[in-house]
């Protein structure tokens, strides 16, 4: 921040403190705008500024406004947050700072779309509100709308034509005028720009807009995928000026480049991804000396070549991170800098950050050295290849890599001691498999199965981890500016209600009244290890916790049950490593000094906040674009049968997720033979006649009887004469 920003910054704090002790004292009556103008004798060219001024101040809720849009002290009651709807047409209010979100009834929306900004008047507290349940609050205001276009499917009607969005949280069609259709016609995608938000209370108008981009027919191949680009508004495309930049600096390693780096192009190490991955930013080698491993982790040096503030950067931070969809990756940089130059390729000189670890026999790391270096690739290995030289006596991956053997024994034996040290501190392990979904060349998913981790994963899994913990140790005690990544302990409400489903599935899980020790859930999950709950009880679990998200406080990270952790291994799709990446190499050369420290507490908690946004932005795009592809298969198998596990019950249904990762729902409506209830406290759907439950990790067989594509939906049946119970496993899909 510049002196002049910072100085002007101060200006307004004062500003609004006086402004708030004028209201706070015993006199004060409630005053409209111009009339606090004159008690605080603002001249007529500052109005606009006290206007500000005042704006913020109700936005933090220490002011409220009456209906006579007079000016008064805040007393709780009034606050101002993100609403987030739902497409029954109630919603919640996502307000900073404050743990629980709001509940808004259907009848109390007042017109407010998904994603806008609104201020909320809490309703009076209900004595016997039942505990974990979210407080009501009413929106009184809508301070700023969320979205001003949406992507949804064209529809044609004789003199006009409306858009359905894709989002579901979008309750209302938008109406569009036949002079702004663009020509589009009946089943198009198209991109609408929202021209009038028009009034959802009661049998009020319709949103109204225009036509600005048509993606192309529903039908079309990779349309589907477009739309949901579009829908997040991810930048795909990158500037004129930052392509430009980027082929300026993609220059190959010079001389100039290598002064006051460490030189390890002799030490012996190794790429370890995906057989398709191209932008490879980890490198990782092993000695072993006298029972003591010295372990290298070298990241690819990217700040080198995006400079802060450049247009490369702006770049960069505004997308936060790279996204990775079904059939496709945005990248967070050019091609050219993430496939090439920052890219660790095999047998070429490469720029590095490296930390160098020593590590005893117990998994401890007795020393480090955190350096700038210069490294050079010997192989480019994958985790299959690794995993077969380890694991098959005879395959001809262990003949042809040889010489490496040794070194991935090496890595396995302390991957695993790694492994079991952080399992003793209570470290969680969520070792449940992904789905895996295969795409034809016009993007129809021909299978889908789980993606399991190999010990190859695990072990380059271990080795980031103790990069990173070392890393965010060393930062925290030089007390510099950082961002450190978080993870805050669960809710003790849905630790209660993850107790409930383990123990009616026969697993004991230990809470106490306030709190639960990471080590109870991984002894949760350590006894469902190899079992058919596993995965289900894995994504519940998982489904419990809070989001991990970055930081500039390091408040520690509960799954991992450390005190220090960050993401300092991934510059080349993630922003805040590229951003601590700078910090690391000023320290190292002695140039983080009061000014720039200064700086960085400045800029640092809005990267944080900002890398946190998109990194969410990115998952839900990631598991949209799995549930459409799934839809699409499942599609492809109606009436088949299939056996899996009821993964949620609620008023309306019974969920049930697959085998093969797929999850859809037995509809309330179409269960037969008796009349069900929904038993809240318990999550159990129980027949008043038959007493025939379902319950949380059950097993089930069903049929696929419906798939909406479009909305991503998937309806089930439960087969005849299962009874909900085991059975036959009839149909495995996408087994491998």
């Known amino acids: 921040m510049k002196q002049g920003e910072n100085e002007n910054s101060m200006i307004r704090a004062d500003r609004k403190q006086k402004i708030c002790e004028l209201v706070n004292q015993e006199f004060y009556v409630p005053m409209k705008e111009k009339e606090l103008a004159a008690m605080l004798q603002v001249s007529r060219e500052d109005r606009e500024e006290l206007k500000s001024l005042l704006d913020e101040l109700l936005f933090e809720g220490k002011l409220q406004i009456t209906a006579k849009k007079k000016y008064i002290k805040g007393d709780g009651s009034v606050l101002t947050g993100v609403f987030i709807s739902h497409p029954k047409g109630f919603g919640f209010v996502t ?15 007042h017109g407010a779309m998904h994603k806008d900004t609104v201020r909320v008047t809490l309703m009076q507290e209900e004595p016997d509100r039942a505990a974990g349940k979210r407080q009501e609050a009413e929106i009184s205001d809508i301070i700023a709308r969320g979205f001003s276009s949406l992507v949804g499917t064209y529809q044609q009607n004789r003199n006009y034509g409306f858009v359905v969005p894709d989002n579901p949280k979008f309750a209302h069609d938008i109406f569009i005028p036949k002079e702004k259709t663009a020509g589009a016609i009946e089943g198009h995608k198209v991109v609408v720009e929202i021209t009038d938000y028009g009034n959802q209370d009661g049998n009020g108008r319709n949103p109204e807009g225009k036509v600005v981009e048509i993606l192309g027919h529903m039908s079309d191949p990779g349309v589907d995928i477009l739309s949901v680009i579009k829908g997040y508004d991810f930048p795909v495309e990158f500037s004129e000026k930052a392509m430009n930049q ?67 950067d702006h770049a960069a931070q505004e997308r936060g991170t790279s996204v990775y969809l079904v059939d496709r990756v945005i990248p967070m940089l050019p091609h050219i800098l993430s496939n090439g130059i920052c890219s660790l390729n095999q047998g070429e000189d490469r720029l590095a950050l490296s930390c160098l670890m020593t590590v005893d026999d117990k998994g401890t790391i007795t020393d480090y050295q955190i350096a700038e270096t210069l490294i050079r690739v010997d192989h480019r290995m994958s985790y299959n290849e690794v995993r077969d030289i380890l694991e098959e006596e005879q395959s001809d991956n262990r003949k042809k890599y040889a010489n490496l053997y040794p070194m991935f024994r090496n890595m396995a034996d302390l991957s695993a001691i790694f492994r079991s040290k952080r399992q003793l501190r209570g470290s969680i392990d969520f070792d449940f498999p992904e789905s895996k979904i295969i795409l034809d060349s016009k993007g129809h ?34 007390e510099l500016p950082f961002v450190y990544r978080i993870h805050e302990a669960p809710d003790p409400e849905k630790m209660k209600k993850l107790h409930m489903l383990a123990a ?16 109870e859930v991984q002894k949760l999950l350590s006894r469902v290890e190899g079992t058919k709950e596993e995965a289900f009880i894995s994504r519940m679990t998982l489904r419990s916790m809070k989001q991990a ?65 998109m990194e969410r932005r990115a998952d839900e795009a990631e598991r949209e674009t799995d549930k459409m592809k799934k839809a699409q298969y499942m599609a492809d198998h109606l009436g088949e049968i299939y056996q899996g596990i009821v993964s949620g019950v609620t008023t309306w249904g019974i969920y049930v997720e697959l085998f093969n990762t797929v999850e859809g729902m037995v509809s309330a409506t179409s269960l037969s033979g008796d009349t069900y209830h929904f038993d809240e406290e318990h999550c159990e759907m129980i027949g008043e006649r038959t007493h025939k439950t379902y319950s949380l990790g059950q097993q089930v067989t069903v049929i696929v009887d419906r798939v909406d594509e479009l909305a991503g939906n998937i309806d089930f049946s439960f087969k005849e004469g299962s009874d909900g119970q085991n059975g036959r496993r009839s149909h495995e899909a996408g087994s491998q």
Not at 95 to 109: K, N
Not at 292 to 298: C, E, I, S
């Open 246 to 312: 980027a082929k300026r600096v993609a220059n190959p390693v010079s001389e100039q480049d290598c002064y006051g780096r460490k030189d390890l192009r002799n030490l012996m190490m190794v790429t370890i991804d995906g057989e398709d991955a191209k932008d490879l930013d980890d490198a990782v080698s092993l000695t072993v000396e006298n029972g003591v491993y010295h372990l290298g982790v070298h990241i690819a040096d990217v700040s080198n070549y995006v400079q802060e503030n450049s247009v490369l």
């Open 504 to 519: 009616g599935m026969g697993y004991v899980l230990k809470t106490s009244q306030d709190e639960i020790h990471p080590k």
């Open 95 to 109: 307000v900073e700072g404050r743990e629980d979100d709001l509940f808004i009834p259907a009848s109390r929306v």
């Open 549 to 613: 998200k970055y930081s500039t406080e390091c408040a520690g990270h509960f799954g991992l049950a450390c005190q220090y952790y960050c993401h300092f291994t991934s510059p080349i799709r993630r922003y805040p490593d590229l951003q601590i990446h700078r910090i690391i190499k000023e320290q190292l050369r002695g140039k983080l000094k009061e000014g720039r420290i200064v700086h960085y507490h400045a800029v640092l908690p809005q990267v944080a906040k900002h890398s946190s946004e």
């Open 445 to 478: 998913p021909t299978d889908i199965y789980p993606y399991e981790r190999n010990v190859a994963t695990s072990m380059i899994e271990d080795f980031m981890l103790a990069a990173n913990e070392t890393v965010a140790q060393h930062f925290f005690w030089q």
